[in-house]
């Protein structure tokens, strides 16, 4: 199993344009998340999705939308990119949600850069 | 508002140099207190879930307790391989998890 997967893993955008991350993972799990990761500011929550066809806020999601049109895939994406969404982006699933006896597995990051 | 603090930000060890990470927190309703292990580039991998005050679990040279207000992750005899930078988050009864900015540990041989 590959696990959680994410393209591209780098990506470099002028203020302004637009691009879509792709998140997939092959463990059917019902739970999917994005996450940005700043120096000194820790992980925190995008977007999540509690199945396929739904979505919610997490504590970040201004300047973002997200889309789960098959149970497999997640999609984050920037409509207008500005220089303060240059960040690490992580993609996350789990089986259960908000339990404390599951974990959320992380894929390997994109690194993107708004100049 | 869930919060989570760790201290130190970084530290350097010499291999074998015993030491702990720590992870303060304040949290509405705790559903599990989790620890992770982050190596550059790649994303975090999960090591261990605490549930309640004075549970205690151990992986290798890693072992992790709890009290009521924090969460300690200690490292005994370290090797270079442990390197590595180490969350700490906790979930509570809004059933997301709120990360720390994690401690970047470098194990010198």
């Known amino acids: 199993n590959a696990g959680v997967t994410q393209t591209p893993k780098f990506r470099v955008l002028k203020t302004g344009q637009s691009m879509t991350l792709l998140c997939a993972q092959d463990m059917n799990h019902e739970y999917m998340y994005w996450y940005r990761q700043d120096p000194g500011m820790g992980l925190r929550l995008i977007h999540y999705s509690v199945g396929e066809g739904t979505t919610a806020k997490g504590e970040v999601p201004d300047g973002y939308n997200v889309s789960r049109l098959k149970k497999q895939n997640f999609l984050l994406g920037l409509e207008s990119a500005a220089p303060s969404q240059t960040s690490v982006y992580f993609c996350?699933?789990?089986?259960?949600f908000g339990s404390g006896t599951d974990t959320q597995y992380f894929g390997p990051g994109t690194r993107l850069t708004v100049l | 508002e869930d919060q989570v603090t760790q201290s130190p930000e970084a530290l350097r060890l010499q291999e074998g140099e015993s030491s702990s990470l720590n992870c303060s927190y304040t949290?509405?309703?705790?559903?599990?207190l989790f620890w992770y292990r982050q190596d550059p580039g790649k994303g975090p991998e999960f090591l261990f879930t605490l549930y309640s005050a004075g549970e205690e679990k151990e992986k290798e040279r890693l072992k992790a307790t709890l009290t009521k207000k924090e969460s300690f992750l200690h490292i005994t005899a370290p090797k270079p391989e442990d390197s590595a930078t180490y969350l700490c988050a906790v979930m509570g009864s809004a059933r997301q998890l709120t990360f720390g900015s994690g401690t970047q540990l470098t194990v010198l041989p």
């Open positions: 949290v509405s309703g705790l559903r599990g």
């Open positions: 996350a699933s789990s089986y259960l």
